[in-house]
């Protein structure tokens, strides 16, 4: 994650197996082509991973809390589905 991050972008680790990307001012189709760019680097390395994914977009004046908590959703769904998942 730290080598496909853009500058203003930030890493934080949730869980031992958890991270998360913030993306400010982010539209909906660059975040995709950077979750594209983390998908393809993770390509290259030697041990076999899977990994889920999910984009969300914060709405006008939402809490973070509120915003890791729809994202957690979506990843429970994602890893649910089995294997490399983008949601």
């Known amino acids: 994650l730290t080598t496909t991050r853009r500058e203003v972008d930030r890493v934080f680790r949730m869980e031992s197996d958890r991270f998360a990307l913030t993306l400010p001012e982010t539209r909906y189709e660059q ?4 979750v594209d760019r983390i998908r393809q680097a993770e390509k290259t390395n030697p041990l ?3 990994f889920s994914l999910a984009i969300c977009h914060a709405e006008d004046e939402e809490e973070a809390s509120s915003l890791f908590h729809r994202a957690e959703e979506e990843l429970f769904q994602a ?9």
Do not use: D, E, F, W
């Not at 975040?31 to 950077?34: D, V, Y």
């Open 48 to 50: 076999p991973v899977t």
């Open 31 to 34: 975040a995709c082509q950077i």
């Open 79 to 87: 890893k649910k589905s089995g294997g490399t998942r983008i949601l």
